[in-house]
């Protein structure tokens, strides 16, 4: 059996672990528009119908792929990938297997989780999918011939906080929907003080936050600009900031194996207390 405790590391993946939208690594322009002219109509027309916005890409990319007399299916999406690695920050092929490796050396299991609002199908073609337990994306639902005829699963910035509990508790299975707001009582299999949430705008706020007040750690990442990261930072909606850079000795990988060391003596004096508790209550 694993004593290791769990620290689940969670990242929202657009201009976070990539620099730049995912639907900008070519199928916008494979669509016939410019990036300006894409989110600009996809934008209006969930204002003017008072629409989820990424309910509305979703179904702006079929009908435009569709017009084209294409079919969408999840082999389509998933061919934007190879596309989506050449915008991954800095370090990010390798920082999976350093951390993991810091992880092992400290006695700690690490697990790396998505929470996007992006196409979770993209997400599967990318070289890193494989580094993650799980990926929680928009999806489209597909018939029987494998085109996609309706939505799977929708993800907005609030939404995403759902995703946080079903971490917490260990509950994958979307389909239950009453399970992840019952109480659990005893261990929960990822305490939300074992929890480092990676984002990097205001979008992302909410999982910052629930991560953060509960106990664990919330990190603001930057690309070209520093503004909207010193924001948070001011507003106390994170803990840190840093560049968005991966590699084994930046300022990140700084931050974060101070963060898993912190962990891992806590842990470990909870752990002591427990036992002692235990002792106490069997005399």
């Given at each position: ?87 991954l920050m800095p370090g990010v ?26 196409f979770e199908e993209i997400i ?18 597909y018939n029987a011939d494998g ?137």
């Amino acid at each position: 059996m694993n004593c290791r405790p769990v620290i689940a590391m969670i990242y929202d993946f657009d201009n976070t672990l990539i620099d730049g939208n995912m639907q900008e690594c070519g199928l916008i322009e494979d669509l016939g528009y410019t990036t300006e002219e894409f989110w600009k109509i996809a934008n209006t027309r969930a204002l003017d119908k008072g629409m989820d916005r990424n309910l509305e890409v979703m179904k702006f990319v079929k009908e435009e792929v569709e017009k084209q007399g294409k079919k969408l299916t999840r082999e389509f999406l998933r061919s934007y990938g190879p596309k989506v690695d050449k915008m991954l920050m800095p370090g990010v092929t390798s920082w999976f297997e350093n951390i993991n490796k810091l992880g092992e050396h400290m006695g700690l299991e690490i697990e790396h989780y998505v929470i996007s609002s992006g196409f979770e199908e993209i997400i599967e073609g990318t070289s890193i999918y494989g580094r993650f337990k799980e990926v929680f994306g928009c999806e489209y639902d597909y018939n029987a011939d494998g085109e996609a005829d309706w939505v799977l699963d929708v993800i907005n910035f609030t939404g995403k906080t759902q995703y946080i509990s079903r971490i917490n508790k260990g509950l994958m299975n979307l389909a239950d929907n009453t399970i992840v707001n019952r109480k659990v009582k005893g261990d929960r299999r990822v305490p939300y003080h074992n929890m480092i949430y990676f984002g990097d705008g205001f979008t992302d706020i909410p999982c910052m936050q629930i991560v953060k007040n509960k106990g664990g750690r919330s990190i603001g990442v930057y690309g070209h600009c520093d503004n909207v990261a010193k924001q948070l930072l001011q507003d106390e909606r994170v803990d840190f900031i840093a560049p968005a850079d991966y590699s084994a000795n930046s300022e990140l990988f700084g931050i974060v194996s101070e963060i898993l060391e912190s962990m891992n003596v806590q842990d470990n004096l909870e752990r002591i207390a427990k036992k002692q508790r235990q002792c106490n209550c069997s005399e």
